[in-house]
């Protein structure tokens, strides 16, 4: 791929991220407490479900924002390999990483055989922990698995 190309490809991709997270941002989470994010003035007259459904609502959409600022690094750790030239390489091999996979994820760090393994490191750990699929968190090495 082209550097201009990966270039605008990058920027399209960050500025998404960055949308969908100013959503977040700016309707569902800011600042606020868990208790402040129910809008009860008192939690006792609300019922049990309810709290429960709130409390679930407000994990999944920080979860989904964790991924997004995760998605985010992931664009600029490419950019800035994309200025040393090393953008379009797997982080493990050193192999070229085909245009197919970069154009349909820009910001991705690892061949196919690689990603894959990855992969299967993290199912195999999460399955040991006994807590079933984890993403990986590598957040600044090459075994991120989510987003990828």
Avoid: N, W
């Avoid at 008192?42 to 600022?69: N, P, W």
């Avoid at 996979?101 to 999460?126: D, I, K, N, W, Y």
């Amino acid at each position: 791929m082209e550097t201009d190309q990966a270039r605008q490809r990058l920027a399209e991709e960050r500025e998404r991220l960055a949308d969908v997270r100013s959503t977040f941002d700016d309707e569902r989470l800011g600042e606020q407490s868990e208790s402040e994010s129910v809008g009860e003035i008192s939690s006792y007259d609300q019922h049990q479900a309810d709290m429960g459904t709130e409390t679930f609502e407000r994990e999944k959409d920080l979860s989904i924002l964790e991924q997004v600022e995760a998605e985010l690094g992931d664009v600029e750790h490419a950019l800035r390999r994309l200025d040393e030239g090393t953008y379009g390489t797997c982080e493990v091999c050193g192999r070229v990483i085909p245009d197919e996979r970069l154009e349909v994820m820009p910001a991705t760090r690892l061949c196919l055989e690689h990603q894959a393994e990855a992969e299967r490191t993290v199912r195999r750990s999460g399955e040991r922990a006994g807590v079933g699929m984890m993403s990986a968190d590598g957040e600044s090495g090459p075994g991120r698995a989510s987003g990828e």
